[in-house]
């Protein structure tokens, strides 16, 4: 076979979920903001959160992961590569997680990377998981994800009240060069990336990095949570490139693959507030799962809704799907698969 004739499938996925929920109204009761406002315009009605003491990154990638090569029938010995595209926000800081699940997984002759690209990570990891595929010798990736950003949110800030969404969880999916058609889920296809930089310092944690070393001082001022500088002009700016970045990458990611929006049978998409969800999926005229039970579970949110897409009947055989995010950043990115099982 030639490299003209190869291509990368998805062979399986898995995902993970933690017990615990926390609902819309008690954000509401916590924040003080109207219920109605949490559950209808941000989307919450339920998220995923996880225990102080388990459930880090790294378990629940194993976990994921674990589901991933059962669903691929893929043995751990015969991964690759092990590329984690989840938070940065994980067991330690300036560590490896990929470097963990794979020894946990038993995946010994994977070697580990790490890809960073916030809340659109999920495209831009299938991209990259492919693009590596078909230019070199490893023939299986484990792509596994995982977030509790949840735990960086102050809900008596309310200048960070669109992060008041975040939820736990983690996924995996299993990627192969030229697997046998009985095997594969689905055909990986063509991406688009777009970055606005003028982005890049609108959500940070003002302490904990080179510019402000952590102290007692600090702690004891509540640097350590995610915040927002300017929310009302971030959100003015956003409002101005947003929704066409969205449209663009999609529409850049079809026409690569050799097709158009009126294609599209499916997209999974990051969680954001209802009306911008809905303004959005009603341009791109496809299926889509609302993650309302979820909330935004970072970039692991695609396999998510994909994953409820099955269940309920709205992804079938032979259906074309968008993998489609954006990230702070800020970064909005597309990938399109073909979907076979």
């Not at 350590?224 to 929704?243: F, I, N, T």
């Not at 998409?269 to 303004?279: A, E, N, P, Y």
Request: proline share 4%; with cysteine; aromatic share 8%.
């Amino acid at each position: 076979m030639t490299r003209a004739d190869s291509h990368v499938g998805l062979t399986g996925y898995g995902t993970y979920v933690p017990d615990e929920t926390v609902t819309g109204e008690e954000i509401a009761a916590q924040s003080g903001i109207p219920r109605e406002v949490v559950v209808e315009k941000m989307g919450v009605r339920e998220k995923r959160v996880c225990p102080p003491d388990a459930d880090h990154a790294t378990d629940m990638c194993v976990n994921a992961a674990e589901d991933a090569l059962a669903d691929a029938d893929v043995a751990p010995e015969d991964v690759d590569v092990v590329l984690y595209h989840g938070s940065e926000f994980k067991d330690f800081v300036v560590w490896s997680a990929a470097a963990n699940v794979a020894e946990r997984i038993g995946a010994d002759g994977a070697f580990a990377v790490e890809s960073y690209a916030l809340c659109a990570g999920a495209p831009l990891a299938v991209r990259q998981a492919k693009s590596q595929l078909l230019a070199d010798a490893p023939e299986t990736a484990l792509l596994v994800s995982a977030s509790r950003e949840e735990d960086l949110v102050d809900y008596e800030n309310e200048d960070s009240s669109f992060m008041f969404n975040f939820g736990s969880g983690a996924c995996a999916m299993v990627l192969e060069a030229n697997p046998d058609d009985d095997r594969t889920r689905a055909t990986v296809r063509e991406s688009a990336a777009v970055t606005d930089g003028s982005f890049s310092e609108d959500v940070v944690m003002p302490a904990g990095g080179s510019r402000n070393p952590p102290s007692h001082t600090t702690v004891e001022q509540g640097l350590h949570v995610l915040d927002v500088p300017d929310p009302e002009g971030m959100k003015e700016r956003l409002a101005d490139v947003s929704l066409q970045n969205f449209l663009d990458v999609a529409d850049d990611a079809l026409a690569s693959s050799g097709y158009d929006r009126d294609d599209l049978d499916f997209v999974a998409l990051t969680h954001m507030k209802r009306s911008f969800h809905d303004l959005l999926t009603d341009e791109l005229d496809a299926e889509d799962y609302y993650l309302d039970e979820y909330g935004h579970v970072q970039s692991v949110d695609q396999i998510l809704a994909l994953d409820e897409g099955l269940d309920r009947g709205l992804v079938e055989s032979g259906d074309l799907l968008c993998f489609l995010a954006a990230g702070t950043g800020y970064t909005w990115a597309a990938t399109v698969l073909e979907w076979h099982d």
